[in-house]
T-cell receptor, first 115, second 113 residues
Framework: EAAVTQSPRNKVTVTGGNVTLSCRQT?????MYWYRQDTGHGLRLIHY???????QIGDVPDGYKATRTTQEDFFLLLELASPSQTSLYFC??????????????FGHGTKLSVL | GDSVTQTEGPVTLSEGTSLTVNCSYE??????LFWYVQYPGEGPQLLFK?????EKGSNRGFEATYNKEATSFHLQKASVQESDSAVYYC????????????FGTGTRLQVLP
């Protein structure tokens, strides 16, 4: 079973603060993703990447940067955090899509509170 | 654009009763359809997927049929258990050429003993 580890599990910051969320996957997957989960909105894609140095824009990218430093590591950066970014953030990984491989493996989430 | 609409929760049922969670989708492509389940304190995990129209997927007593004509993918279970309490997400991947998944808003299910 694919392993995706997120850190920290909980984070509290103030408005205007600088936050980095980390994600590591150990299953040699090409794709990694950042989602945010909010009541009434479900899971929404922020950014994703298909390999080291690559970044693709998701559906709700405003206010977020991301960087994929290695095949294993994907970071989400909030440089000027705002209360609207208070959310539960999930990292996920997947192999290259094909009918047998179409599935996402999620981490346990990072709960971020921006005061 | 691509979208998924599903039953708005929460849904509260007694053990042994039947479940239907409605899911409809919009896309101009030929999607794969998914149901994911999220238990408290965990990330979502795949329940099952169906890549082709008119086929059925199933797992752990849950099932859904990919109805292309009705653009629907309703989740059903004949007899729910307390352990089925979770959030259920309907989702689609627009085509095999993209590694993106679009999720619905989720349906929280609570099963009472």
């Amino acid at each position: 079973e694919a392993a995706v580890t997120q850190s920290p599990r909980n984070k509290v910051t103030v408005t205007g603060g600088n936050v980095t969320l980390s994600c590591r996957q150990t299953n040699s997957h090409n794709y990694m993703y950042w989602y945010r989960q909010d009541t009434g909105h479900g899971l929404r894609l922020i950014h994703y990447s298909y390999g080291a140095g690559n970044l693709q824009i998701g559906d709700v990218p405003d206010g977020y940067k991301a960087t994929r430093t290695t095949q294993e590591d994907f970071f989400l950066l909030l440089e000027l955090a705002s209360p609207s970014q208070t959310s539960l953030y999930f990292c996920a990984s997947s192999d290259v899509w094909g009918h047998l491989n179409e599935r996402l493996f999620f981490g346990h989430g990072t709960k971020l509170s921006v005061l | 654009g691509d979208s998924v609409t599903q039953t708005e929760g929460p849904v509260t049922l007694s053990e042994g009763t039947s479940l239907t969670v409605n899911c409809s989708y919009e896309t101009k492509q030929y999607p794969t359809l998914f149901w994911y389940v999220q238990y408290p304190g965990e990330g979502p995990q795949l329940l099952f997927k169906v890549p082709k129209a008119n086929e059925k997927g199933s797992n752990r007593g849950f099932e859904a049929t990919y109805n292309k004509e009705a653009t629907s993918f309703h989740l059903q279970k004949a007899s729910v258990q307390e352990s089925d309490s979770a959030v259920y997400y309907c989702a689609l991947s627009p085509s095999s050429n993209t590694n993106k998944v679009v999720f619905g808003t989720g349906t929280r299910l609570q099963v009472l003993p």
